[in-house]
C-alpha cells in the first residue's frame, strides 16, 4: 500500500532558523514550505532530488544518539570535501566494526559519513553501488 508513497525525514530542531542555515545554507537543501503560523510548532520543509526533510521545533531536538536521517549520493568523496569547505564537521569512529578514515566508513559495500546538525543530530552521507 505505501510502496508507491513518498518517504520524509522528520527531524526535530531546538531552533527553526539556526537549523536552517544548517541544512539550507551548508547542506544546500532548498526550503520548499516554512509553516509560522502557529509560534510554538514553527517547521519546514526541504527538499531534495528524491524526498524530502521535515525539520520541526521540539524539546526533544538531538535526543536520539542514532541516525535520524541519510542522503543517498553518487560521489561521497566530493560532497564530504564540499560540505568541509562549507563548515560541516564530519565524525571520526574507530570501534569494532567500523572504523572512518578521513569521516568516510566502508561497511560491506557501502561506504558513509556521519555529521551532525547545530541540536546534535545525526546525519549520514552515503554511496551505495
Partial sequence: MLDTARITAIVPVSDLDRALEFYADALGLGVTVRRDDLPDHREAELGGADGNLLLYESVGAGQSRSTVAAFRVDDLATVVATL???GVVFEEYDSPGLKTVDGI????????????????????VESVP
Avoid: F, M, S
Avoid at 106 to 116: E, M, N
Fill in 105 to 124: 566508513a566502508t561497511v560491506g559495500d557501502v561506504q558513509a559519513a556521519w555529521c551532525k546538525d547545530p541540536d546534535g543530530n545525526i546525519l549520514a
Fill in 84 to 86: 568541509r569547505e562549507r
